[in-house]
């Protein structure tokens, strides 16, 4: 008796439901191999403007690595990534560098450097241009500072003098520092404790729709998840399996999305974001 085909898992590739402006991020066929593992195999996924896409995927789906690529960090084995229309894997460094002006990144940890204070680490990326007075730098600065809600008091701190929600704040004052429409976040939330994470995703929420920013982030954490994204991405298989609004993709048959979304902790999540829709809804 021949054995049944394996049914192939559904696929889901819907555009945001919200008006957004053209694709400012597109990953074309893309693969990436360390040695003979191949972690992502003719990958497809295109980013829009002014949206908030967020990457999952299970343990060794490639999520980091994936943002490090569209970052210019990392070379994929083949296949394209454009970002504001420019192909980043065939870029020259100074293109390249060029290039990074125009996005911002917050690291998991931070990434502080340590042996400056919050100012220098702000100011830094401005200091680089090597184009900007000294005195526009500082006030750069403290506007960075305020639009983050981080104090200037703590200008002059060092990165261990902060809390684990300071740091963040710092952080992102200097993903911020030259006004980037593109911003990477890995784990944003990740450390905090609840009130604090509830604080930093409001605060993503503002600067997001004042900015105007487009915003890439990798996360696990459900509650985050769900309260900022405009679209997901699911990684498995080695491709982009689903990508499309929350109640789209919790429809998508395939075992991962089941057990990461429906499971108890998915469940609490997505009570909790019934909850404030129907407060969204008396409020109107």
């Known amino acids: 008796m021949e054995a049944k085909p394996k ?4 696929r889901l590739n819907r555009p945001p439901d919200e008006e957004v402006g053209p694709p400012v991020v597109e990953i074309e066929n893309l693969w990436t191999r360390f040695g003979r593992t191949v972690v992502h195999q003719d990958l497809n996924l295109q980013i829009y403007a002014g949206e908030i896409l967020s990457i999952v995927g299970g343990s060794g789906t490639g999520k980091t690595v994936l943002l490090r690529q569209m970052l210019g960090l990392e070379t994929p084995a ?5 970002v504001f229309g420019e192909d980043i894997t065939t870029a020259e460094p100074e293109q390249l560098r060029h290039m990074r002006n125009h ?5 998991q940890q931070g990434a502080l450097y340590s042996a400056l204070t919050v100012y220098e680490n702000i100011a830094q990326p401005m200091r680089e241009l090597h184009a900007l007075p ?10 960075k500072m305020t639009m983050v809600g981080l104090g200037v ?25 030259l006004e980037p429409q593109l911003l990477f976040l ?6 905090l404790d609840p009130d604090l ?3 930093f995703v409001a605060l993503i929420q503002t600067l997001h729709r004042e900015l105007k920013l487009t915003v890439v982030m990798v996360t696990h954490d459900l509650d985050t998840l769900f309260a900022l994204s405009s679209r997901i991405a699911v990684l498995a298989d080695k491709q982009v399996i689903a990508v499309g609004p929350i109640c789209d993709v919790l429809k998508v048959d395939h075992p991962f999305i ?12 997505l009570e909790v974001l019934d909850e404030r829709f129907a407060g969204d809804d008396t409020e109107d």
């Open 153 to 177: 008091e703590h200008a002059n701190k060092m990165p261990s003098d902060l809390s684990g929600g300071m740091v963040k704040r710092a952080a992102l004052a200097r993903a911020l520092a």
């Open 78 to 82: 083949r296949g394209c990534i454009r």
């Open 258 to 269: 089941k057990q990461f979304f429906l499971g108890p902790r998915g469940r609490r999540a």
């Open 134 to 143: 000294e005195d526009v730098i500082r006030d750069a600065v403290i506007l």
């Open 186 to 191: 890995d784990e944003p939330t990740a450390g």
């Open 197 to 199: 994470s509830d604080a």
């Open 7 to 10: 049914r192939a898992p559904q």
């Open 103 to 107: 996005w911002g990144m917050l690291f």
